[in-house]
Antibody
Framework: EVQLVQSGAEVKKPGESLRISCKGS????????ISWVRQMPGKGLEWMGR????????NYSPSFQGHVTISADKSISTAYLQWSSLKASDTAMYYC????????????WGQGTLVTVSS | SYVLTQPPSVSVAPGKTARITCGGN??????VHWYQQKPGQAPVLVIY???DRPSGIPERFSGSNSGNTATLTISRVEAGDEADYYC?????????????FGGGTKLTVL
């Protein structure tokens, strides 16, 4: 079974750093991109960026460029999303998803990681 | 940048047909994907490449795409279909290719 399992919920203070993870299993991790998607409370889906785990090439949505970093460790089939200095406005659910080729549909999705940033 | 427009809400009685639209400039030239998201759950792919269904998705779910509008059609709607639905495309028309989501449509089963 193809699966993406994300790390657990986090509670952080403004200015702190954070890295959340997304571990793939049941498929060849280096054969598919991984994307990250933000969902703020009560809002829609926002694409943040993607990584090709085979060579760690990334591209980001202009809305998130410079605010987050996406990386991957193919030796352990894990992708990461990290912040160097969190803000209260980063409070959201974050999903990773495997990107299918030729059209870039997302399937499957991870279960989500809730990040709460509060002083 | 490319914009996808969905109606905020659609209501339908059980057993009837629901149609959720996704508008975009010449969207018929792109591959459109649809996701279902129930409260407290991660999104699930229900239609990809305009009209293909992943395994496990009921045949009641279908899709079409032409001109400036893509449509997700749910036949014989059930209470369990109540959810938010999002359309998505990959926009490679600019220098930096990226993913675009529609704003989402809340389907209410009356």
């Amino acid at each position: 079974e193809v699966q993406l399992v994300q790390s657990g919920a986090e509670v952080k203070k403004p200015g702190e750093s954070l890295r959340i993870s997304c571990k793939g299993s049941g498929y060849s991790f280096t054969s598919y991109w991984i994307s990250w998607v933000r969902q703020m409370p009560g809002k829609g889906l926002e694409w943040m960026g993607r990584i090709d785990p085979s060579d760690s090439y990334t591209n980001y949505s202009p809305s998130f460029q410079g605010h987050v970093t996406i990386s991957a460790d193919k030796s352990i089939s894990t992708a990461y999303l990290q912040w160097s200095s969190l803000k209260a406005s980063d409070t959201a659910m974050y999903y990773c998803a495997r990107v299918l080729p030729f059209g870039k549909a997302f399937d499957p999705w991870g279960q989500g990681t809730l990040v709460t940033v509060s002083s | 940048s490319y914009v996808l427009t969905q109606p905020p809400s659609v209501s339908v009685a059980p057993g009837k047909t629901a149609r959720i639209t996704c508008g975009g400039n010449n969207i018929g030239s792109k591959s459109v994907h649809w996701y279902q998201q129930k409260p407290g759950q991660a999104p699930v792919l229900v239609i990809y490449y305009d009209s293909d269904r992943p395994s496990g998705i009921p045949e009641r779910f279908s899709g079409s795409n032409s001109g400036n509008t893509a449509t997700l059609t749910i036949s014989r709607v059930e209470a369990g279909d109540e959810a938010d639905y999002y359309c998505q495309v990959w926009d490679s028309s600019s220098d930096h290719a990226h993913v675009v989501f529609g704003g989402g449509t809340k389907l209410t089963v009356l």
